[in-house]
């Protein structure tokens, strides 16, 4: 399995790996810690502390060519995950991956999401993926600021918005702080990640 030893921007040393069945009682208490306001704005529906057995199966069932998951750990924690994010191939369009993710609250604003989505960019790639697309509602203002902020080309469709990174776009990223966390994550993983 994947596995790395990475720091945070804060210093924080974090383990980066991917996420397997001995992870689904971490990822079903990871879920009930969130937020009600979090998890409404990860999954759009109003849903109690508890995520069904069909979605823990699905996030937890890696193909690689298809679906992957990974999660962040602080190993220094009693509770160690502290996010983590999937992509599954667009069936329909196979150079296309939607992506999701989610980061604890108190964990939040603290790169580990880009982190992820830096992540996610690799491993997608080095299927043959060509693009990522991650939705969000509109009203998710924190989320829509960090995709857009980190290089995400945006448009609106109905109650949502889209947003969609070129793997191969390295260069037209946006001038941004994130933009530049996401490069520096980048160039740190891909020599690991695209071996």
Known sequence: MERYHLKLRDGTPVVARAMCPDDRDH???????????????????????VIGE?????????????HVSWTILDPSRDFPPIGGS??????????????SSIVLDEDQ?????TLLLAIMWLTAYRVGIRELVG???????????????????????????IFRWDLEGLDRLRETER??????????LSPLLLK
């Open 86 to 99: 999937s992509w599954w191939r667009n069936a329909n369009r196979p150079e296309e991956a939607e992506i």
């Open 179 to 188: 933009a530049a966390d996401l490069a520096d994550w980048l160039a740190t």
């Open 135 to 161: 939705y969000t509602l509109g009203e998710n203002r924190q989320a829509a600021d960090w995709m857009r902020d980190c290089g995400g080309a945006r448009s609106w469709v109905g109650y949502k918005l």
């Open 27 to 49: 990822l079903a208490e990871a879920y009930r810690r969130v937020s009600p306001e979090t998890r409404y704005n990860r999954f759009w529906t109003h849903t109690g502390e």
């Open 109 to 113: 604003r603290r790169g580990v999401g």
């Open 54 to 66: 069909s979605m823990l199966t699905r996030i937890l069932t890696q193909d690689p060519e298809r």
